[in-house]
């Protein structure tokens, strides 16, 4: 059995769609320059996206077509080898419009992986912003104002293809950053953006984070019912005759 990556983007809706499609389309492409088969989709409940609304693309890569095949058999992932954030106030937590709750924006990453985010911040801000990890993980910080366009509008400032680089530095297993750059130049036709890749590639630095690190609030959960336990259709109960609703939390 082959190995099986997984990259998420985390993103506004809307405002960053076209940046997060360019970002997963790109490491699939990538991938491919390499002999390795991939496919990127964006999260289905997200789906239609609200302005700024958080929303979330993935992009699937393996090293055969099986291993491919099994990682796509799951609705998404549940680990990924990379976290993507474009936006840095996104790391005290996210909250899309069919969630339940604020969820860790480093809800996702393995042990030993890498959360990207664009920001000018300093890793330690960061690292405090997000709700700790059992496990250290390993943050990596694209320098850069968080890139906000439309819908039908794109800032082209390079946002995309800096990223890109920044995989190639903390994920050479998925791709090199020769392949970035000849995906670059076959799909953007521009030498410009390569080099902004191979920048970015040079200049990235990394940050462990270790598990005393960052906010200690427990995060929102929530139990999901059995099969069993589900009702047909979808019913809410009435209240009582005579009685008041019960508060969720504390049952009184």
């Given at each position: 059995?082959?190995?099986?990556?997984?990259?998420?983007?985390?993103?506004?809706?809307?405002?960053?769609?076209t940046?997060?499609k360019?970002?997963?389309?790109?490491?699939?492409?990538?991938?491919?320059?390499e002999?390795?088969?991939g496919i990127?989709?964006?999260r289905?409940?997200?789906?239609?996206?609200?302005?700024g609304?958080?929303a979330?693309?993935?992009a699937?890569?393996?090293t055969d077509?099986?291993?491919?095949?099994?990682g796509?058999?799951?609705?998404?992932?549940q680990?990924?080898?990379?976290?993507?954030c474009?936006?840095?106030?996104l790391?005290?937590?996210?909250?899309?419009?069919?969630w339940y709750?604020?969820?860790p924006?480093?809800?996702?990453?393995?042990?030993?992986?890498?959360?990207?985010?664009?920001?000018?911040e300093?890793?330690?801000?960061?690292?405090?912003?997000a709700?700790?990890?059992?496990?250290p993980?390993?943050?990596?910080?694209?320098?850069?104002?968080p890139?906000?366009?439309?819908?039908?509008?794109?800032?082209?400032d390079?946002?995309?293809?800096?990223?890109?680089?920044?995989?190639?530095k903390?994920?050479?297993?998925?791709f090199s950053?020769?392949?970035?750059?000849?995906?670059?130049r076959?799909e953007?036709?521009?030498?410009?953006?390569?080099?902004?890749?191979?920048?970015?590639?040079?200049?990235?630095?990394?940050?462990?984070?270790?598990?005393t690190?960052?906010?200690?609030?427990?995060p929102?959960?929530f139990?999901?019912?059995?099969?069993?336990e589900?009702?047909e259709?979808?019913?809410?109960?009435?209240?009582?005759?005579?009685?008041k609703?019960?508060?969720?939390?504390?049952?009184?």
């Amino acid at each position: 059995m082959g190995r099986l990556f997984a990259v998420e983007i985390v993103y506004r809706g809307i405002f960053q769609k076209t940046l997060a499609k360019n970002i997963s389309r790109a490491i699939v492409l990538a991938a491919h320059k390499e002999g390795k088969p991939g496919i990127s989709f964006g999260r289905y409940g997200d789906s239609p996206e609200r302005n700024g609304i958080p929303a979330k693309a993935f992009a699937i890569v393996a090293t055969d077509d099986i291993t491919l095949e099994e990682g796509m058999a799951k609705y998404e992932p549940q680990e990924v080898d990379i976290s993507i954030c474009v936006d840095d106030t996104l790391f005290k937590g996210v909250e899309s419009w069919a969630w339940y709750g604020l969820q860790p924006i480093n809800k996702l990453v393995k042990p030993g992986g890498t959360l990207i985010v664009t920001s000018f911040e300093s890793p330690e801000v960061l690292a405090d912003m997000a709700h700790r990890k059992a496990a250290p993980y390993n943050l990596a910080i694209v320098k850069g104002t968080p890139s906000f366009s439309g819908l039908w509008v794109y800032k082209d400032d390079h946002s995309d293809v800096r990223i890109l680089g920044a995989i190639a530095k903390v994920l050479p297993e998925l791709f090199s950053l020769a392949s970035v750059q000849e995906t670059i130049r076959d799909e953007w036709h521009d030498e410009l953006k390569a080099s902004s890749a191979q920048r970015s590639f040079e200049r990235l630095q990394t940050y462990t984070v270790q598990p005393t690190q960052g906010n200690p609030e427990e995060p929102y959960k929530f139990t999901m019912p059995k099969w069993t336990e589900m009702r047909e259709g979808i019913a809410i109960p009435a209240i009582p005759v005579g009685h008041k609703i019960a508060d969720p939390i504390t049952g009184k």
